[in-house]
């Protein structure tokens, strides 16, 4: 990574920027520097924020964003060492909230209930669709933020973005999702595009079905779409392929059945995967397994398909870090501009940090731990 790639990103991100692209950038460089973010007001302390704190409330409700740019822009910027498991490009979606219990006037505020047992919790809530860049670490290249607003559903915006996605880059990509995209409202989207696959956890409770048997000469009626069931928490016959192999120390047993479909959606044939993690006498270290629907090529090695889904947790360490230091669901304005450009924001400070991750050098304090390297 080079000052020149940097300094092409801040050049291609203040032309995306149709007003204020200053105080943008100024903004941006400021929550690149803090250390921990308060409130989108206190950032205008940092010194490489040059205007008075007013300047905060009037960049984030007035600077024009021209998305189309950006996201190009965000696609080209794309750290030339990001790793593929494979030859494919690996991309995490996933929503997160931003709870907002006390504002009823919020615009466009929706319940963010998503699970029996949790409480009644109003807010926001934003898809988020980024590229995984090293194995073994949590960086990654966030490539698009979304609203999701109170209609449509975390999988009908998720399977936009996927679309958009696939329609800005032509390279084989595998997208990994949480068992919150497991239905056909997502997944129907993996028709329409040919170079993009989908690689999501499905509940135990799942059932798909198996192609159904052809159809006998001079037969009337409907052709069937469905064969026999096929439950996740009982297969009801024996996996087509399976292996095993280590993951660092840990012992992980794969079997795969190929030929399955989802009950509305008998064009999408997929194949299903059951990962478990062994204890060192061979017994399963959990009691349920995990279970991943992929839709792509079924001569792709199980045990890649493993490891792309286990990198999808990374997604998750960016959203820890982007709402413990740069205050991401910090803002509190009922202005629904303000609030989503925080969020552009954010991301774009955590571009910069992903983009300066060669350039600095790490200076702990004495009594953290010390790494040798080797």
């Known amino acids: 990574m080079t000052d020149k790639l940097l300094q092409q990103f801040r050049n291609a991100v203040y032309q995306s920027f149709q007003k204020r692209p200053d105080a943008v950038l100024d ?6 520097v803090a250390g921990h973010v ?4 206190a950032v205008s302390e940092e010194a490489f924020f040059r205007r008075k704190f007013s300047m905060v409330y009037d960049t984030l409700c007035h600077a024009v964003i021209d998305f189309d740019r950006l996201l190009y822009t965000l696609l080209a910027s794309q750290p030339e060492n990001s790793e593929k498991i494979g030859g494919y490009e690996i991309y995490g979606l996933d929503a997160t909230k931003d709870e907002r219990p006390d504002a009823e006037t919020l615009p466009k505020r929706c319940c963010l209930k998503t699970q029996k047992d949790e409480p009644l919790v109003y807010g926001h809530k934003y898809s988020w669709l980024v590229r995984l860049v090293q194995w073994g670490t949590s960086w990654v290249a966030p490539q698009d933020v979304l609203r999701i607003d109170p209609e449509p559903t975390d999988s009908q915006v998720g399977s936009l973005q996927v679309k958009e996605l696939s329609e800005r880059n032509s390279h084989p990509k595998v997208v ?5 995209y497991g239905n056909h409202l997502f997944l129907a989207v993996f028709l329409l595009v040919t170079n993009t696959f989908a690689l999501v956890r499905m509940r135990i409770t799942n059932v798909l079905y198996e192609k159904p048997e052809p159809r006998k000469p001079g037969k009337k009626g409907a052709t069937k779409k469905h064969g ?14 399976e292996e095993e192999f280590l993951l ?4 992980v047993r794969l079997k795969a059945w190929k030929g399955l479909h989802l009950k509305k959606l008998p064009e999408l044939v997929v194949m299903m995967l059951r990962v478990e993690f062994l204890k060192p006498d061979g017994t399963p270290r959990y009691k349920q397994p995990m279970w991943l629907l992929w839709s792509g090529p079924t001569n792709v090695p ?17 959203f820890r870090f982007l709402k413990q230091n740069l205050g991401l669901n910090s803002s509190r304005s009922n202005d629904l501009v303000a609030t989503e450009q925080w969020m552009w924001m954010c991301a774009l400070a955590y571009w910069q940090l992903l983009l300066m991750r060669d350039l600095v ?8 731990p010390r790494f040798r390297d080797g």
């Not at 308060?38 to 007001?41: A, D, K, L, N, T």
Request: proline share 7%; net charge negative; charged share 20%.
């Open 27 to 32: 903004l941006i460089d400021a929550l690149t």
């Open 38 to 41: 308060g409130s989108p007001v």
């Open 176 to 180: 990994v999702e949480d068992s919150l």
């Open 228 to 241: 026999a069931k096929f439950k996740l928490s009982s297969p009801s016959r024996s996996a087509d392929c």
């Open 248 to 251: 660092g120390s840990q012992t």
């Open 302 to 318: 199980l045990q890649e398909l493993c490891r792309m889904y286990l990198w999808r947790f990374a997604i998750e360490h960016m």
């Open 361 to 368: 050098e790490t200076n702990p304090p004495a009594w953290y």
